[in-house]
C-alpha cells in the first residue's frame, strides 16, 4: 500500500523520509501553493458583494509542483497533508486538499510538534481530518490583512509619500511615533543624588525624618552636605532569604527577545535559524529536529519532556535541583501546541557543536538551557539592606549573596546577577560608621527610551497585537519601507512614518489602533472555537470601513511631490522627489504616463514617436532582442525592427529607417 506524505519545507520532507518505511513517500508543496489573486473590483481577489467568495491562484512557480504532487496522488492509496501545526499550516493542507481533489476516505490530516521519529510516527497513527474553525480563522486573518492592506496602502500611495499600510502594521508604527511624540514633550528636569563612599560600598540618600526627599538644585544640595558629619549611625540591618526562580521555557515573542538581547540578532534572522533547528539537522549519526515547532505562544511541555529533564537535572547535578513545571497564566485556542524545547534534553549543545554554524549553536544554546533552566529549582539568595543615619538623613545600601545557584547553575551566562557581598555591620559594636567621603552628583530626569526590536516586540506581545509569527515581518516592513530608521538599536519614525501615521489616525483611529486590534484577535481566535461564524465579523467590518474609506478618499489632503525644479528629458513635465522601500529618488511627474526616473539606465531616446507625443526608445523583447518602440506603451503601439532616423517619408509621411545600411522608408519601403 503506498502512501504519500506531504509537508511544507523540502528539508523538513528530506528529515521526515528516514523516519518512515518503503510504503512512504514524503513531497514538499515548498510553503504556500496558492493566494488570492489580484483581480476584481479593487484588485483585492475577494468578491465582497458576493459573501466575501475568493478567487485563488497558484503561486508563480508552483503550478508545477502541483501539477507532480496531482500524478503523485492518483499512484497513492492514501494521503496525509503534514503541514506546519498552526493554522496557517491549516490553512495550507486545505488548499492542498482542495486543489489536489482529494477523496475524503483517502486523505488524513497530521500534526507533529517536533519533528522526530517518535513524534512523526506518533503523528501518522492518530490522524485527524483538517480543521475548518482554524481554516477559516486564518481565512478570516487573510481577508481582512488583504481589504485593510491593499485599499490603505492605494490610499497612501495616492495621498502621501508613503507606499503601504497595513492592519498590523500601521499599530505598530503608530506605537513608535507615539513614543517619540512622547520624548519631543519630554521636558528634563535638574535633580541631585548624594552619596556617600565607604571603604567596600557606598550609599545614597533617600530619606529625611523618614519620609522621601528629592534634592531639587545646587544649593538644596549645598544645604544638606553642609549639614551631614562622616559619622553615620548604623540604623538598622536586614537579612532576608530570597528564592529567584527561573522563567518559563521561551515561546516565539520571548525568543526573539532574548534573541535581541542576549545574542544582538534580529527577529527576522532569529526565525530563520529557529525554523533550520526545527526541520532537521545532520548530527552524524541521524538527521533530526534539534527543537520543537518554534511559532507559538505556549509554555506548555510535554509530559514526556518533563519526565525525562526532571530525571537528568537530578542524575547530572543532584536531587536539590530539581524544580517544578511552570504553568501558564492564560489559555488559548492554540495552547495544544508546545513551548519551543529541545527535542532531547540529552542533545547538550556542546555534544552538537562540530554540527552547527557558529548562530545555529548560539540559538540553540538559548533555547536548550532556557527549558533545561525551567524545570530547575530556585536559586536562593541572602539579601542585605542596609539603613544608616547622618543627623536624620537616611542612607541605603543593599548587596545580594547567592547561598544556591539552582537553575542559575545552567543559566547564569544568560542572566545579569553579581554577587555584591556588605560587610558583617551588624557586628560594629560601636553602631558607628565612618565615610571616606560625601558628594552630590548633578543629574537629569530622563524621556522614555525609544523601542528597541525586542521591546516592540514585547509591547505587541502584551497589547495582544498580532500573532508570533508575524512580528519578524512587521518590523522588517517598516525597515525597509522607510518608516522607521535604526539608530543604536532604537526606532526612530522617519517623516514618512509620522506622515502616515497622521492621516490614518484623522480618518481611521477607529481602525489603526490598539483596542481594534487585540479585540480583532480575540475574534479571530473565537471562530478557531467554532464560536463566531466568519462572515458575520467580515460583514460588520467591511460596512464600517468602506463608509470610512469613500469619506477618506473624498477629505483626505493630497500631499504635493516636491519639485527639483529640473525637467523630464522625455516628456518635459517637472521631475519630483519619490520614496520608495530603497529610499528616495527623483522620477518624472507624469508617472504612470511617463516612467522616467533619473540616474538610473535609460533607454536610447531615438526620436519623437510620429503618432503622439512620445518617444521612440530602444527596447528589448522577451528573448532579448533589439526593437523600437514608443515610450507610451500600450497607449501607444508604435514599434519598429529597424532604427528609426528621425525623418519622414516624403511619400508617405512615415518614419525612415536603417536597413542594411540603407535608409528607408519602414512603411512604403522607398
Known amino acids: 500500500m503506498k502512501k504519500l506524505v506531504i509537508v511544507e519545507s ?38 465582497v458583494e458576493n459573501n466575501f ?47 489536489l481533489e482529494l477523496k475524503e476516505d ?25 480543521d475548518n474553525n482554524l481554516v477559516n480563522s486564518q481565512e478570516t486573518r487573510r481577508f481582512l490583512d488583504r481589504i485593510i492592506g491593499f485599499r490603505l496602502s492605494s490610499l497612501m500611495k495616492s495621498k502621501t509619500s508613503g507606499t503601504s499600510a ?58 544638606i552636605l553642609a549639614k551631614l558629619s562622616k559619622a553615620f549611625k548604623i540604623e538598622s540591618v536586614e537579612k532576608k532569604n530570597r528564592n529567584k526562580k527561573s522563567k518559563a521555557p521561551f515561546i516565539t515573542s520571548t525568543l526573539q527577545q532574548d534573541a535581541s538581547n542576549k545574542l544582538n540578532m534580529s527577529a527576522k534572522k532569529t526565525m530563520s535559524i529557529a525554523q533550520k533547528l526545527y526541520e532537521g539537522i545532520d548530527i552524524g549519526s541521524e538527521t533530526v529536529g534539534l527543537i520543537t515547532y518554534m511559532r507559538t505562544d505556549s509554555i506548555r511541555l510535554s509530559s514526556d519532556f518533563i519526565g525525562s529533564t526532571l530525571k537528568y537535572i537530578e542524575n547530572n547535578f543532584g536531587k536539590e535541583y530539581v524544580g517544578s513545571v511552570k504553568v501558564g497564566k492564560k489559555e488559548n485556542i492554540q495552547d495544544a501546541h508546545e513551548a519551543i524545547r529541545p527535542t532531547s534534553i540529552k542533545r547538550s549543545p556542546e555534544t552538537l557543536k562540530s554540527h552547527l554554524t557558529n548562530d545555529e549553536y548560539k540559538l540553540y544554546s538559548l533555547i536548550y538551557y532556557r527549558a533545561l533552566a525551567s524545570l530547575m529549582s530556585d536559586a536562593k539568595t541572602l539579601n542585605t539592606t542596609v539603613i544608616l543615619d547622618n543627623n536624620n538623613y537616611q ?59 525586542a521591546k516592540l516586540i514585547k509591547e505587541l506581545e502584551e497589547l495582544g497585537i498580532g500573532r508570533p ?16 530608521n535604526v539608530v543604536e538599536k532604537k526606532f526612530i519614525p522617519t517623516e514618512i512614518g509620522r506622515e502616515i501615521t497622521e492621516k490614518l489616525q484623522q480618518h481611521f483611529d477607529y481602525l489603526i489602533n490598539v483596542k481594534y486590534t487585540a479585540n480583532m484577535e480575540e475574534k479571530l481566535d473565537e471562530i478557531a472555537k467554532g464560536d463566531l461564524d466568519m462572515y458575520v465579523l467580515l460583514n460588520d467590518f467591511y460596512s464600517k470601513f468602506s463608509e470610512t474609506y469613500q469619506d477618506a478618499y473624498s477629505n483626505m489632503e493630497k500631499k504635493e ?41 535609460q533607454p536610447e531616446v531615438i526620436c519623437d514617436c510620429p503618432s503622439c507625443d512620445g518617444k521612440i526608445i530602444l527596447k528589448k523583447t522577451k528573448k532579448g532582442k533589439d526593437f523600437y518602440g514608443c515610450n507610451n506603451f500600450p497607449k501607444c503601439k508604435v514599434a519598429f525592427w529597424d532604427k528609426p532616423t528621425g525623418e519622414k517619408c516624403p511619400t508617405c509621411n512615415s518614419l525612415k529607417v536603417m536597413k542594411k545600411d540603407q535608409v528607408v522608408c519602414s512603411s512604403c519601403g522607398e
Open 561 to 601: 511631490a516636491e519639485k527639483t525644479g529640473e525637467d523630464c528629458p522625455l516628456c518635459g513635465s517637472p521631475l519630483v522627489y519619490r520614496n520608495s522601500r530603497y529610499g528616495k529618488f527623483v522620477a518624472c511627474s507624469n508617472y504612470p504616463t511617463c516612467k522616467y526616473i533619473k540616474n538610473e539606465k
Open 395 to 453: 542612607f541605603k545600601t543593599t548587596g545580594q549573596i547567592v547561598v544556591f545557584d539552582g537553575y542559575m547553575k545552567v543559566y547564569q551566562d544568560y542572566e545579569e546577577t553579581t554577587d555584591k557581598i556588605l560587610p558583617p555591620l551588624e557586628t560594629y559594636q560601636s553602631k558607628v560608621i565612618v565615610s571616606n567621603n560625601i558628594e552630590a552628583e548633578q543629574k537629569f530626569t530622563r524621556p522614555p527610551a525609544r523601542y528597541t526590536e
Open 166 to 223: 497595513g492592519r498590523v502594521q500601521s499599530v505598530a508604527l503608530k506605537l513608535i511615533v507615539e513614543k517619540e511624540e512622547e520624548i519631543e514633550k519630554f521636558i528634563e528636569e535638574e535633580y541631585f543624588e548624594i552619596t556617600a563612599h565607604f571603604n567596600d560600598f557606598e550609599a545614597k540618600l533617600f530619606n529625611y525624618n523618614n519620609k522621601d526627599i528629592k534634592i531639587n538644585n545646587q544649593v538644596e544640595a549645598d544645604e
Open 106 to 130: 483517502k486523505y488524513a490530516r497530521v500534526v507533529f510538534n517536533e519533528v522526530t521519529k517518535d513524534a512523526v510516527v506518533e503523528a501518522i497513527n492518530n490522524p485527524r481530518k483538517i
Open 10 to 47: 523540502p528539508s523538513k520532507g528530506k528529515t521526515i523520509e528516514k523516519y518512515l518505511g518503503k510504503d512512504f513517500q514524503v513531497l514538499s508543496s515548498a510553503g504556500h501553493i496558492r493566494d488570492l489573486s489580484t483581480k476584481g473590483k479593487y484588485g483585492l481577489g475577494i468578491d
Open 53 to 99: 467568495k475568493p478567487e485563488y491562484i497558484y503561486i508563480k512557480g508552483k503550478q508545477k509542483i502541483v501539477t507532480n504532487l496531482k500524478k503523485e496522488v492518483k499512484k497513492a492509496d492514501y494521503v496525509y497533508l503534514a503541514t506546519d501545526p498552526d493554522r496557517e499550516g491549516e490553512a495550507i493542507s486545505y488548499h492542498l486538499y482542495d486543489s
Open 469 to 484: 509569527s508575524t512580528y519578524a515581518k512587521i518590523i522588517d516592513n517598516l525597515k525597509t519601507r522607510s518608516y522607521v
